[in-house]
Nanobody, 126 residues
Framework: QVQLEESGGGQVQAGGSLRLSCTAS????????MGWFRQAPDKEREFVAA????????YYADSVKGRFSISRDNAKSTGWLQMNRLKPEDTAIYYC???????????????????WGQGTQVTVAS
């Protein structure tokens, strides 16, 4: 199995940027697809972005397209979520997740991931 730890959250003004990191330990990071999700207070966890194990495929929620970018380096066992032009509605706890890479790509935009990190808080002030 794999363990995930997010970092890089914090508070930023609207229009600013943050870069979240997801560091994996345990089994090789390349064995897993990777996703980012977020959960705001009193809301359900929602999909933000995902990347296949090789990096060949990426997926984004409509709400973040053009502003957020997902990337990974399997050799460093690390993934990232670059968030630009942040808005107050982006405020949430952000979670990194991993899915076994034998799963179909269609599952990447669902919450059916196998492993989750503890989350990191992102707060965007207006």
């Amino acid at each position: 199995q794999v363990q995930l730890e997010e970092s890089g959250g914090g508070q930023v003004q609207a229009g600013g940027s943050l870069r979240l990191s997801c560091t994996a330990s345990g089994r090789a990071f390349g064995l897993y697809h990777m996703g980012w999700f977020r959960q705001a207070p009193d809301k359900e966890r929602e999909f933000v972005a995902a990347m296949s194990w090789s990096g060949a495929r990426t997926y984004y929620a409509d709400s973040v397209k053009g502003r957020f970018s997902i990337s990974r380096d399997n050799a460093k066992s690390t993934g990232w979520l670059q968030m630009n032009r942040l808005k107050p509605e982006d405020t949430a706890i952000y979670y990194c997740a991993a899915m076994n890479n034998d799963r179909d790509y269609s599952a990447l935009i669902t919450t059916n991931y196998d492993y989750w990190g503890q989350g990191t808080q992102v707060t965007v002030a207006s």
